[in-house]
């Protein structure tokens, strides 16, 4: 937990095989999420607060650990 | 002892009439990796944990009924008003056969809850790296739902629950770090 990076991204991706004789198009890319509380460690003192009111909608009092999440297939959806 | 009070956690709006929904949501309800499973879990496991922890697991048991009561509410909106025909279109036939629209603890696929989806080891790392992992699983489910979700105002409650899910990791996470730290050794923050 001690090295953990400062800076870090919330989605991967990689590309699954996708052979000749598999019967549906391909997926493309495939996504998984890592949010931030994999990163960050104990939580250190004194980090940015959103206001109370904003806390209360965004589900953390933290910007650190906020992760919005979309469906990251929709953009293929027909 | 418990207080309660007479309001949801975050508000629940469902704008759209699709019991579909009503189902998939039913996994987070009574599913192994839903809300009961884990009060029931941390509500329980509390009690053989070393002290520095347990008003932890306290806190977040309390909370998930919490969200189960928000589940609870998403379910009864999507499904109070269908008709027979409707919750069999919605694959919920089996359900209205045996409750009518009233809810009950089973998973998306109709499997009624089990204790047995739960453990408590009695093992401190153990415990709480079950935790954790529940924890996760039930951030991944709600990411699924909100995959499967059309209705923006039903998906804003569910991104409030699956933020929810990653500060109670992200502590239980930290209690594991109070717990390997060294005994009587002297730390300053």
């Known amino acids: 937990m001690e090295n953990h990076p400062k800076t870090f991204t919330k989605v ?14 391909p997926i493309g890319r495939k996504y998984y999420r890592t949010p931030p509380n994999l990163y960050v460690g104990f939580q250190q003192p004194s980090l940015p607060q959103f206001s109370p009111a904003e806390a209360l909608m965004k589900g953390t009092l933290w910007p650190v650990f906020y992760d919005f999440y979309e469906n990251p297939y929709k953009k293929r959806r027909v | 002892m418990w207080t309660y009070e007479k309001k949801l956690q975050y508000p629940v709006k469902v704008s759209t009439c699709n019991p579909t929904l009503a189902k998939f949501l039913m996994e987070q ?3 192994a990796d839903g809300e009961l499973a884990a009060a029931l879990r941390y509500l329980n496991q509390r009690y053989t944990i070393p002290e520095k922890v347990i008003g932890l697991l306290t806190d977040i048991g309390t909370e998930e009924f919490a969200h189960l009561e928000m589940i609870a509410t998403m379910i009864y909106k999507l499904t109070k008003d269908a008709t027979p025909d409707q919750l069999r279109e919605a694959g919920l036939g089996e359900h209205y056969v045996a409750h009518d629209s009233a809810l009950f603890y089973s998973n998306a696929a109709g499997v009624p809850f089990t204790a047995a989806y739960i453990q408590a080891k009695g093992d401190p790392i153990a415990d709480l790296y079950e935790d954790i992992a529940a924890e996760e699983k039930a951030r991944a489910t709600y990411q699924w739902i909100i995959d499967m979700s059309d209705d923006p105002d039903l998906n804003d409650s569910l991104r409030f629950l699956r933020e929810r899910e990653i500060i109670h990791s992200q502590r239980f996470r930290e209690a594991v770090e109070i717990l390997k730290e060294e005994r009587d050794r002297k730390k300053v923050f």
């Not at chain 1, 991967?12 to 198009?25: E, I, L, N, Q, T």
């Open chain 1, 12 to 25: 991967k991706s990689y590309v699954p095989f996708h052979g000749p004789c598999d019967p549906c198009p």
């Open chain 2, 29 to 31: 309800y009574g599913g």
